[in-house]
Structures are given as structure tokens and as C-alpha cells.
T-cell receptor, first 114, second 114 residues
Framework: RKEVEQDPGPFNVPEGATVAFNCTYS??????FFWYRQDCRKEPKLLMS???SGNEDGRFTAQLNRASQYISLLIRDSKLSDSATYLC???????????????FGSGTRLQVQP | EPEVTQTPSHQVTQMGQEVILRCVPI?????FYWYRQILGQKVEFLVS????????KSEIFDDQFSVERPDGSNFTLKIRSTKLEDSAMYFC????????????FGPGTRLLVL
């Protein structure tokens, strides 16, 4: 089983649409969760951290369900500039272990069309 | 805004040669990382470095690889005797040192082994 699993897409949506991405992770000891964004041939950039209580940053909302080991990202009012690959990322171990290695999913590609 | 820098941006080498990839992490960060991304695949953790020693490494990081912080600003990844399958984008990242906090990625070095 893959450590972090994502639907590769692509998701093709019109501008203004709402789109949701999901991710599941296998390591129940994972403590930190993130969504990164990666543009073609560029470095991953942090979009937002994900907390159990859910968090929102402008048009972006992230949710974590620890019981189901499931993470989601919702993008409202999609812009052309949102076109990118969205990477679900978890830490490989718990905070007690001090392990900081990030485990990446393969990413979900989003293409927002005019 | 402070950023991680990497040199060179591209490196072409012959199989069997040694390469050194260089990174300058963000100045007040204490943890340093190397990741790689083979074309079309996910980002993979190689190694983390703290207090002048390796704190964590993956199965990929075998005896062919080594890391060093030769001075107060640079962080290097050496690949001895490169193989064709080492061709990838290599990303350096750094973080402040609090577990679960953001890792900031450099723009990457694209390595091509011929």
C-alpha cells in the first residue's frame, strides 16, 4: 500500500469552479500534514498545513480526519493561476520520534480553464 | 523574503563520475534536507541533517551518497560514481527546528547522468 495516496487527475475545471482533492495516508503515527503546490519543473511550495480542526486560508480549506487517515483540500472560485499539481504531504513519524522527513503523495494535477 | 538557494541549476555528468550539489539554506534554520524527484515521479526524502550530523536517512541514501556542511552557510550533497538512475531533480530544504514546522525548498538542481 502506498504511504500517501492521491488521485492523479487531471482535474479540468472552469474558472470559478469549486474543486476538491482527497488523500489517504497509511502511517497512523503521522503527526503533521500539509498541502504543497508544485508547478511544472519547480520546487514544492507550502500551500497550507492541515489540522484536525480544519483550517481555511482565503479560497482554500483543508480538513484532516485522523480516524479515517484522510486529508482533503477544497479550492473555491478557481483561478487560472491555481493550475498546478497539488501534493499531499505527511511527516513519516510522530513528534516524539523527532522524525521530520516528509512523505509525499504523487500529486493531483489541476488545470483551470478560461 | 529569505529563500533556499541551490547551485548549479543544471548538471550533466558521465556515468561513474562524482558530482557535488550545493545548497545555501535559510540563515537561521537548523535542519537541512535533501529530496529528489525522478521525472514523472513523486518527491522522495533522502536525508536530514542537524547539528553537523545525519539525523535521518532513507533507503535511497546509501554509501554512494554523503552530505556535508563545510562552512557556516553551505550544505552539500555528494554523489559518488553516478549511475543513470541518479538522473533526477534534487531539492534542498531547510526548516527552523520545531517538529512539524514548514520545510522551505530550494529551486532544485536538475542532474542528468549520461
Amino acid at each position: 500500500r502506498k504511504e500517501v495516496e492521491q488521485d492523479p487527475g487531471p482535474f479540468n475545471v472552469p474558472e470559478g469552479a469549486t474543486v476538491a482533492f482527497n488523500c489517504t495516508y497509511s502511517n497512523s503515527a503521522s503527526q503533521s500534514f500539509f498541502w504543497y503546490r508544485q508547478d511544472c519543473r519547480k520546487e514544492p511550495k507550502l500551500l497550507m498545513s492541515v489540522y484536525s480542526s480544519g483550517n481555511e486560508d482565503g479560497r482554500f480549506t483543508a480538513q484532516l480526519n485522523r480516524a479515517s487517515q484522510y486529508i482533503s483540500l477544497l479550492i473555491r472560485d478557481s483561478k487560472l493561476s491555481d493550475s498546478a499539481t497539488y501534493l499531499c504531504v505527511v511527516t513519516s513519524g510522530g513528534m516524539d520520534t523527532g522524525r521530520r522527513a516528509l512523505t509525499f503523495g504523487s500529486g493531483t494535477r489541476l488545470q483551470v480553464q478560461p | 523574503e529569505p529563500e533556499v538557494t541551490q547551485t548549479p541549476s543544471h548538471q550533466v555528468t558521465q556515468m561513474g563520475q562524482e558530482v557535488i550539489l550545493r545548497c545555501v539554506p535559510i540563515s537561521n534554520h537548523l535542519y537541512f534536507y535533501w529530496y529528489r524527484q525522478i521525472l514523472g515521479q513523486k518527491v522522495e526524502f533522502l536525508v536530514s541533517f542537524y547539528n553537523n550530523e545525519i539525523s535521518e536517512k532513507s533507503e535511497i541514501f546509501d554509501d554512494q551518497f554523503s552530505v556535508e556542511r563545510p562552512d557556516g552557510s553551505n550544505f552539500t550533497l555528494k554523489i559518488r560514481s553516478t549511475k543513470l538512475e541518479d538522473s533526477a531533480m534534487y531539492f534542498c530544504a531547510s526548516s527552523q527546528g520545531v517538529s512539524g514546522e514548514t520545510q522551505y525548498f530550494g529551486p532544485g538542481t536538475r542532474l542528468l547522468v549520461l
